[in-house]
């Protein structure tokens, strides 16, 4: 079922099946419609083959055996496994690791080695610090790539760069991962994806046209979110020209532990739910805040985690659809939304 | 002498009288705080402040055992609501205090052991979470909405030894 009011920028919004209904939410909660829009880019000429990809990201895995988060890891595979149809392959939005360690990464590899597809991933900052992503290399290979399926290019950056705070401090490589392990830590400065990506990236896409579907994959948000929590990348307005050509560019992104939607130019952006623990959204407005969740209550031990799951159409809409563990979405969120 | 003017000289005494006594009356209080005394005051808020942000960062091994702090779901305090307390509470039935709810956390997502409500380090982490909602309105009771602290800047915080959020401390 179209859900399109209006193929307009300015008109529509839409979430699947449930537009009447959308409309009545939106007006209850004192959305204006046209303010609010929701909109998807014109969509590429070129067809895509209709699939349906999903996200897992910051399971933020302890050393401890039996520890609550690699269960809910275990049930974020679960979940997964059980959609159907079976998505064509999982995208992991990274901080498999909570402390960088190689037990820590190695437990969450063996635990995603149950996902019945394809599992694509990117580090996130918990990763990385304590050996500059030695361990996570060596069991997940590279950090930057490329691949094209059924007509959708895909790209995944490290994102979570920063200047080097360490050597001349004298830190040892536990006290620069101690550092970064902290959300709101003033000492490592904001990250990003740094020269070689930048080059990188723009070599990668030099040669698709302009109508080619393109979806990025970061760890953090491609957008100044809230610099002050890293949820922000420094170079995205860098990556947000390379990638301007487009008609339409997705982004979807982990470390924020929470729903969110925000669209900048021709590039949407989606967070993912965490695994572990949700994040609460900072104190800053937000241009699309009916796309929050639900407030986290800490009774119910994972509320306000879970997966998410993108399904595209032949002309590059996306349908996305997060999954909690609990019920932890507002009405206006639970069916989804298309970008 | 006029029934007048012996009305206003009355006036002019009891006026007199008033002001003496106002006057005597600003030197029976406590003179203010020198600006020494008041760095002092201050110095001690910030150091329990700091000592705060070292608990809610792990700093305190008992408090966890699952590796879990505060600070990893409460970044600068967020969502903790220290302005909205005391509220009822679900987990407990009735209306508790916010350091009770700081002990709720501690004992059940970190499973650590409770701090003294009377002690230091209780003071501490609540002198932290009210510093970052300084300003902000207090409503004791309602919280159906996730609250957020003040907005901190960028590469502004602490200068303290970093504790180490999450790191496992189980023996």
Redesign the interface.
Known sequence: MSDIVDHSRRQFLSFAGKAGLTTLVAQAVGINLGVVDIVRAQTGKRGVEPFRFAIVSDS?L???PD??FDQQLAEAVAQVNAMTPLPDFVLFGGDVA??GTEDQLVKGSKILAELKMPLKIIPGEHDWYLDMGDAWRGLFGDETWSFNHKGVHFIGLNSILVRDFWTEAGMTPL?RM??M???????P??WGVHEKQLEWLANDVKDLAPDTPVVIFTHSPLWDYY???NFQTSDAPEIREILSKFDNVMSYHGHVHQTLYNRIGNMSSVAALGTA????????ELAFPETRMN?????I?TDGMGTQVIDLSGSFEGLVQYKPFEDSLTPFMRDGFKV | MTTNKMLKIERVLAVSALAAVLAAGTSWARAPFTDEELAAQKAALVESIALGYDLWHGSRADMTTNGLACGNCHPDTAASNPQTFPKYMTMYGKVIPFREMVNWCIENPQAGTRLDVDGDDMTAMEAYAFYLHRGKEITPGLASEQTTPIVVEYGTGFARTPTGIGVDNRP
């Open positions: 933020h302890y050393s401890m520890h609550k909570q402390n006290e101690t550092v392990e902290m959300l709101e830590s003033p000492i400065g904001p610099p002050r929590w623990w949700p994040w609460p959204y900072p104190p800053v407030r986290a209550d800490p009774s031990a």
